[in-house]
């Protein structure tokens, strides 16, 4: 097992500090912790003085820049049959590890994902409905409560076979963050490769793998909650034209059919029951937010639509002026 633990800013040293710290706590302890430093030479610099002494491999991301470009370079520049992400804001709780390993003893096992519990900065937010946690990078109401295959899992807290990600060529750098954008979805992308190439395996959703995410006080306003809503649509917009449509929403349209009015009943019940006008608030949230998603997602595919007459219009005006 190789963790890998991708960072890019000197404001989260302290949470990358805590990160590594609960890894190397872990019984039993991983094959080795890589940290890979995305084009921060200042934040470089502090891990290479600090890290080392405790056997922590600290490399560069030596591909493009963002998340997708440094879980790529960590995959390269680390050993382990099984390859584990754990965010730099995040904290792996006792017994992390062994929930992720025990289950790669079943060779149909590609990955598993785990629970990942936010630790609010602030408060949160009254508004802010559960079936939502994935805006904020954590789990939502909807995941499966027990271990259960899944179609993919959450970014912060996540592993996979080292050779299911390197023969579907990693991760797509085309998705991911790239900085502070609230931008997504390239673990889901992943996952429906390295699923397609192997049908009869699975990915699993294991809820004793357990980390606590980091969420800053930024990401409980409403600013944000509507920029995220509407970069997930985008991206899973961008997910749909990389993989066959009807898989890459596959989870989405149980979660808008089932999730989400189910979210809205009970909140609206519990309103009405207890006369408390977050209740209502909540499910407001979640008509808005699921109104911002889809409206990101016809925006994306949109986009994407003149893209590609526009490069079709390029590549059969270059191709006339050839034959000329």
Known sequence: MSVVICAYTTSRWEQLRAAVKSVLE??????????????????EEWARETFPASGVHVVTNDAAPGLSGAR???TAHSWGDVIVFLDDDAVAMPGWLAAHARHYANPDVLGVGGLVV????????RWFPSEFGWVVGCSYVGQPAETAPVRNPIGANMSFRRPAIEAV??????????????????????SIRVTATHPDAHILHEPNAQVRHQVPSERGTWSYFRRRCWAEGRSKARVSRLAASRVALASERAYVRNILPDGVRRYLVEARRTRDLAHLLRAWAICAGLALTTAGYCAGQVGQF???NLEAGYRSRNRGMGSR
């Open 118 to 125: 936010p630790a609010w900065e602030d408060h949160v937010p």
């Open 306 to 308: 003149w893209r590609s």
């Open 72 to 74: 790529n370079s960590g």
């Open 26 to 43: 872990q019984d039993p302890p991983p094959h080795e912790i890589v940290v890979v430093i995305d084009h921060c030479p200042r934040l």
């Open 169 to 190: 060529g990693g991760f797509a750098q085309s998705l991911g963050r790239v900085g502070t954008s609230p931008v997504g979805c390239e673990e889901t992308e992943l």
